[in-house]
């Protein structure tokens, strides 16, 4: 009984911002890795960043240097800072992460996908 629902997603120019959140919902006790990831239309998925408990971050190059990845472990966010968008960056957005769960006695990691938000930059 665990959600993670995107949101932020939208249209904008070539050169703009957006900032997309993501927010867990639901019943455990903590969340590990954060991660976004998007896919576009006949491409393979990327992993565009990741951050970790503790705060440390990771971005792939093509969004290195534009994005920029964090969380708010208080509220149980990842937020995604998108700026100089360009056309290449136009996908589905989808937040992703690693979340402990109490079972039978255990703590176990389970990892988990929202449903993905809409990002579209035009020329």
């Known amino acids: 009984q665990v959600q993670l629902v995107e949101s932020g997603g939208g249209l904008v120019q070539a050169g703009g911002s957006l900032r997309l959140s993501c927010a867990a919902s639901g019943s455990f006790l903590g969340i590990n890795n954060m991660n976004w990831y998007r896919q576009a239309p006949g491409k393979q998925r990327e992993r565009v960043a990741y951050i970790t408990r503790g705060g440390i971050t990771n971005y792939a190059n093509s969004v290195k240097g534009r994005f920029t990845i964090s969380r708010d472990n208080a509220k149980n966010t990842v937020a995604l800072q998108m700026n100089s968008l360009n056309p290449e960056d136009t996908a589905v957005y989808y937040c992703?992460?690693?979340?402990?769960?109490?079972?039978?006695?255990?703590?176990?990691?389970?990892?988990?996908w929202g449903a993905g938000t809409q990002v579209t930059v035009s020329s």
């Open positions: 992703n992460a690693d979340i402990q769960e109490s079972m039978k006695g255990f703590t176990t990691l389970r990892n988990y």
